[in-house]
């Protein structure tokens, strides 16, 4: 079984075109001698690629032995943004956090000396282990696996497969002129994104950003892959009583792959399989909040309220949203853009559609797992070259988002520290110090170099956040990192106003703008 298992992988990881996701590219250790944070997938080949999309043996074994860690994308970059953007550093860190939750289940933290956060009792890939407690250990989030790319019970992988719906069974209207024209951008003409989400075919992101952006605890409506009805009411409800059904592609140009079937209605928060044949039980979306007030789940808090509070459910849920978002604009460039060929072809394209009254997945030809794995290195670590397109435009959409919630949620509750430094929309707009979100965007994420904006042929230049993205090692990734939020920190007080106050952006918990200082790692506390 194993060696089947090996060959199966070994055809997805050389069969594959591109990679379209942001993985972990920051881990604990390789080797457990130098005590490093280090790669998580091997960044090179002992010997060239004559395809550099494809995987070579060594990138294989490394992601099938991947370490703990975190995607600095989803991470770090969400974190440096949202405070560039006037947020205090407690909400932007939780944003960040639930964030990665969407893949990991629980996002444990790792600090700059490779050592990971730790409760008395912490949960590792799925088995509950008693470890050491350390001073890292109120920066655990909660866990909850209803969002994880692999849950199966769950409607989790299309939360990071994102299918659009196709009303015409086809996929014709979801790819053509007047469907969405895949996820980037996400509506033509301009605005564009984020203004408008076409929730006729892009029902998950579409639910999802409705829910993110509730402005208070109410829990609202989540459903399964964001199908919704209008109730005689008029009221949105959830479609029920229907089974969403598919094989998730692993090899490209092949329509076997993992099934998937799961059932329409509220979205499952959290699955446990029942036992000797028991029932399994189940936690919606609208018990979120239980989970973030119950300390034997976890003991975060917002640690500059005063007193400090447990995250809000907002935060959270804004979080698991970013990561929806930030993935949909990073695999759309190759799975949601794989439209139908011309009559007579033989690709489906990707969307989902009605039949009967089940829900049908469609995968195009160009859809597996495959391609996430093989070009992650292409996403981090690039050197002198610059980054995927995908990478520039799922940070300039986290903009754009952070500005919308922003506005519409954190000011009210007073989640910001610096409010100057938030535009009043990411249209033109411009914050108390005269930016715009184009010259945020510009300055933080890069600018233009070569082709023009919304053609997907584009050329960036990287700017201050996405700029130590391009560090070829992993350690030396965080530190440049975290050297950049300091400097920039350290602008923006030079900048200030006579008599304006300026709260001095924060590294991450765990991390220093001096790469040698031992003193804000994780702590044993017995």
């Known amino acids: 079984m194993k060696r089947l298992v090996v060959c199966l992988l070994l055809v997805t990881f050389t069969s594959t075109t591109t990679l379209y996701a942001f993985l972990e590219d920051l881990c604990l250790p390789r080797r457990s001698a130098d005590g490093k944070l280090s790669w998580c997938v091997a960044p090179t080949c002992p010997v060239a690629q004559a395809n550099p999309n494809r995987a070579c043996l060594v990138q294989l074994v490394d992601f099938g032995t991947i370490k703990p860690g975190r995607s600095m994308i989803h991470m770090d970059s969400t974190y440096f943004l949202a405070q560039a953007l006037g947020y205090r550093a407690d909400v932007a860190y939780w944003i960040a956090a639930y964030n990665e939750v969407t893949d990991y289940t629980q996002y444990v933290p790792i600090d700059q000396c490779g050592v990971q956060a730790a409760n008395d009792v912490s949960i590792q890939n799925g088995m509950t282990q008693q470890t050491a407690v350390n001073s890292g250990r109120d920066f655990i989030t909660a866990q909850f696996n209803g969002f994880q790319r692999t849950n199966l019970q769950t409607d989790g992988p299309l939360d990071h497969y994102i299918v659009n719906y196709s009303p015409n069974g086809q996929g014709t209207d979801v790819h053509g002129a007047g ?61 029920t009583g229907s089974t969403i059904t598919g094989q998730v592609p692993v090899i490209t140009a092949s329509q076997r792959g993992i099934p998937i079937s799961v059932a329409t209605g509220n979205k499952v928060l959290n699955y446990i399989a029942g036992t000797n044949g028991g029932a399994p039980t189940i936690t919606y979306y609208d018990q979120l909040q239980s989970y973030l007030d119950d300390p034997a789940k976890t003991t975060g808090k917002l640690w500059l309220s005063s007193p400090p509070v447990p995250v809000p459910v907002q935060v959270a849920r804004f979080g698991i949203y970013l990561h929806t978002m930030q993935d949909s604009a990073s695999h759309s460039t190759y799975c949601g853009d794989d439209a139908p060929s011309v009559p007579g072809g033989r ?70 520290s610096n409010p100057d430094l938030l535009p009043p929309d990411s249209i033109g707009g411009r914050n108390a110090r005269g930016q715009s979100a184009d010259d945020l965007k510009a300055a933080l994420v890069g600018t233009i170099v070569s082709g023009t904006a919304y053609t997907r042929g584009e050329v960036y230049q990287s700017g201050i956040v996405s700029l130590p993205l391009q560090q070829p090692r992993s350690l030396e990734r965080l530190h440049a990192m975290n050297a950049a939020l300091a400097r920039y920190s350290a602008t923006l007080a030079a900048q200030t106003r006579p008599g304006a106050t300026f709260t001095p952006l924060a590294v991450l918990p765990g991390n220093s703008a001096d790469p040698r200082d031992t003193s804000v790692c994780w702590q044993k506390t017995m």
């Open 179 to 239: 469907g969405v024209q895949a996820i980037y951008p996400l509506y033509y003409p301009r605005p564009g994104y984020p203004l408008h989400i076409d929730d006729t075919y892009q029902k998950t992101l579409a639910n999802l950003r409705q829910w993110a952006m509730i402005a208070t605890n109410d829990p609202g409506v989540l459903c399964t892959v964001g199908l919704t009805v209008t109730a005689s009411d008029g009221t949105t409800q959830c479609l």
């Open 347 to 416: 690709d489906p394209g990707t969307y989902m559609y009605s039949s009967g009254n089940q829900i049908k997945l469609a995968f195009g030809q160009g859809c597996a797992a495959g391609p996430h794995l093989a070009g992650h290195v292409q996403e981090t670590g690039t050197g002198d070259s610059a980054l995927p397109l995908r990478v520039y435009t799922a940070m300039n959409i986290t903009v754009d988002e952070l500005i919308a919630f922003g506005n519409n949620v954190a000011r009210q509750h007073g989640w910001l």
